[in-house]
T-cell receptor, first 112, second 111 residues
């Protein structure tokens, strides 16, 4: 079992470029999440998907879109990257929203 | 706004001592409580979860929950340098809502 996988591990974008971060889990979990982590700010929830076919905004959704492609996969899209989106992005999954979450290895994104 | 508060630290303890990490939360209806460990440059890793008032022990780790005081703590006995990391407290509030994470406490264990 790979658990939660994320691609890419590192990415550098120029302001205005777009990209999609991919996340997949093989634990048959219903719920999936996207967080960003910045120094001194802790983990901040961007979007989550409680179950296949649903998505909800978290604390910091502006500038991002998500797609729950199927039960396994949950992608995060930056349509027009900004330097303020430089961060480490973590995907996580859980059996349900009430349960413990398991994290992927993260994507380090730099926007210049 | 539901909040989870942790002292940022750093909390410094000598090897072999007990490290005590604390977390308070604002939502009195919170139901589940989680502790994660995050090494520098790595992703958060689940250590323990607790649902009921009292203590829950797992090896060198003990989670303590006091819902009346809205307080959850993590004790690490016989601290080791390998325990040096940031510890994140997470709280599950009302039904249907995602976990809320504190900003974490950095623990440094010196040999």
């Amino acid at each position: 079992n790979a658990g939660v996988t994320q691609t890419p591990k590192f990415q550098v974008l120029k302001t205005g470029q777009s990209m999609t971060l991919q996340c997949a889990q093989d634990m048959n979990h219903n719920s999936m999440y996207w967080y960003r982590q910045d120094p001194g700010m802790g983990l901040r929830l961007i979007y989550y998907s409680a179950s296949e076919g649903t998505t909800d905004k978290g604390e910091v959704p502006n500038g991002y879109n998500v797609s729950r492609l199927n039960k396994r996969e949950f992608s995060l899209r930056l349509e027009s990257a900004a330097p303020s989106q430089t961060s480490v992005y973590f995907c996580a999954s859980s059996e349900a929203v009430a349960y413990e979450q398991y994290f992927g290895p993260g994507t380090r994104l730099t926007v210049t | 706004q539901k909040e989870v508060e942790q002292n940022s630290g750093p909390l410094s303890v000598p090897e072999g001592a007990i490290a005590s990490l604390n977390c308070t939360y604002s939502d009195r209806g919170s139901q589940s409580f989680f502790w994660y460990r995050q090494y520098s440059g790595k992703s958060p890793e689940l250590i323990m979860f607790i649902y009921s008032n009292g203590d829950k022990e797992d090896g060198r780790f003990t989670a303590q929950l006091n819902k009346a005081s809205q307080y959850v703590s993590l004790l690490i006995r016989d601290s080791q340098p390998s325990d040096s990391a940031t510890y994140l407290c997470a709280v599950k509030g009302q039904a249907g809502t995602a976990l809320i994470f504190g900003k974490g406490t950095t623990l440094s264990v010196s040999s």
